[in-house]
């Protein structure tokens, strides 16, 4: 499965954004998403998951009432919707996709990446 992110741009701060991670091939519905994201540094830290059916939804603290990911397997895509952002939040953010549940925090479990979409929120 190819995966693209879309959506970045640049806010302030308190503002909203919703990014898409848009698949193409077959049976996207297999897969558990997650998006991650990379700051100033060299690792990219998981945001939030969820697993394929969209059952259940996982979020890094941070996220915890601020994001909302889901998905919608007819259209192929999954959501990041994100409230008031903090200059904090300033990554480039990455989708990717994963045939399993287990592990779903940790990027190394994941089999498919695409590019990422550049966040950058201005206080």
């Known amino acids: 499965v190819q995966l693209q992110a879309s959506g970045g741009g640049s806010v302030q701060a308190g503002e909203s954004l919703s990014l898409s991670c848009s698949a193409s091939?077959?049976?996207?519905?297999?897969?558990?998403v997650g998006w991650f994201r990379q700051g100033s540094g060299i690792t990219r830290d998981i945001v939030a998951a969820?697993?394929?059916?969209?059952?259940?939804?996982w979020y890094e603290d941070f996220a915890k009432g601020r994001f909302t990911i889901s998905r919608d397997d007819v259209k192929n895509t999954v959501y990041l919707h994100m409230n008031h952002l903090k200059p904090e939040d300033t990554a480039v953010y990455f989708c990717?996709?994963?045939?399993?549940?287990?592990?779903?925090?940790?990027?190394?479990?994941?089999?498919?990446w695409g590019q990422g979409t550049q966040v950058t929120v201005s206080s």
């Open positions: 969820i697993n394929r059916g969209g059952q259940d939804r």
């Open positions: 990717a996709a994963m045939t399993t549940w287990s592990g779903h925090y940790a990027s190394s479990r994941y089999d498919f």
């Open positions: 091939g077959r049976g996207f519905d297999d897969y558990a």
